[in-house]
């Protein structure tokens, strides 16, 4: 038997559709994480939500109202017979009824029949619910696929605010650092196929968290089903020098080439993207040899926002959400002209972005 309450169930539930404030939404991930039944119940969400993502549909048309009205005419004309039977049955079991009740029953019934159609009820109560069923299923239809567009859109727009939060916290850095952007000790072996080891990729931006520039909650997009909040007291923020697993952080941070300017104010084109959508599910296969690049790798698109594209934050603090993943003639997921992947490559131009 499941041992949740309604309570962690609806909890569970907030997580998923990411409503409610942010206390709400980590109260869910926490639950998510720490009990395996809401981490199935969260897991079954996904499965049968997910799957609906790939329901096509027509647009709503302009004449909906009248091709609705007229759907139901025709299914009230096309069920008139049985209805017609099923009211003529319910009035000789009324009819019935009254011939067996005492005269002074009878002017009740008589009476209470005046005032509503008690007789034919059953009659009615079928047309209704049928109609009704009718109109819930045209609109479900209709309204499911807006409904899912509208989570996107504001996974999106919060996803932007992150990174937006992120930016502001880069150039605060650099005006503390002398206009360089965080920097990792070590990072020159570049192992950015590494979460949590030295040299690794995202130890940079965790330098923003550890410097108290950002908040754990900036590095995770709400797109993101696996992200998780890093969550260490702060007297132990100083031990840490990295995230302690890739879902403590949504996004992708520049592997910038030995010739760029470290410098915030030297560098030109974007810093942080939505999670690289070749790399995040590899970066254990690296550890076991080399990734050959195939079609598919080259056309996917981040899955922080189902894969229909990603938003970008640029050196000049904007961010913007593109359907694509070239900017100009260059793919910010790959380097230029290289199609195997050791886990520790960076471009050999300052003007091509690699985000593994």
Not at 231 to 259: M, Q, T
Not at 315 to 340: A, E, K, M, P
Request: aromatic fraction near 8%; proline fraction near 4%.
């Amino acid at each position: 038997m499941c041992s949740l309450s309604k309570e962690d169930k609806d909890i569970v539930l907030d997580f998923y559709f990411r409503c409610g404030d942010e206390e709400t939404i980590n109260r869910g991930r926490d639950l998510v994480a720490a009990n395996p039944e809401a981490a199935i119940l969260y897991a079954q969400l996904e499965e049968t939500l997910t799957q609906l993502d790939s329901i096509k549909y027509e647009p709503c048309p302009e004449n909906l109202v009248e091709l609705t009205i007229a759907r139901l005419k025709l299914a009230a004309s096309s069920g008139q017979t049985q209805l017609e039977k099923l009211l003529e049955l319910e009035h000789q079991k009324g009819d019935s009824h009254t011939q067996q009740t005492q005269p002074s029953e009878s002017l009740e019934l008589v009476g209470a029949s005046a005032g509503s159609s008690s007789n034919w009820s059953f009659g009615e109560s079928f047309f209704r619910v049928s109609s009704l069923a009718a109109v819930v299923l045209i609109m479900a239809g209709i309204a499911w696929p807006t409904l899912r567009n509208m989570r996107q859109t504001a996974w999106r727009i919060t996803c932007a605010r992150n990174l937006n939060t992120l930016g502001a916290g880069l150039v605060r850095y650099a005006q503390d650092n002398n206009g360089y952007i965080p920097q990792a000790a070590g990072i020159g072996t570049r192992q950015w196929s590494r979460v949590g080891e030295a040299g690794s990729h995202t130890s940079s931006p965790f330098l923003l968290y550890k410097g108290g520039y950002a908040a754990p909650r900036d590095f995770t997009c709400p797109g993101d089903a696996a992200a998780l909040d890093l969550k260490l007291p702060d007297n132990e923020l100083a031990k840490w020098h990295d995230f302690a697993s890739r879902n403590n952080i949504s996004y992708s941070f520049r592997v910038l080439c030995d010739k760029s300017d470290r410098r915030l104010s030297g560098l030109r084109g974007p810093i942080m993207v939505d999670v690289s959508p070749i790399f995040q599910d590899l970066r254990a296969s690296l550890s076991n040899g080399p990734v050959e690049l195939d079609d598919q790798m080259r056309k996917c698109l981040s899955t922080n926002h189902g894969c229909s594209g990603q938003n970008i934050l640029s050196t000049d603090g904007s961010v913007r959400f593109i359907r694509v993943r070239l900017l100009g003639n260059d793919d910010i997921f790959t380097i230029d002209n290289v199609n195997t992947y050791y886990g520790h490559e960076a471009p050999g131009d300052p003007l091509d972005a690699f985000f593994p």
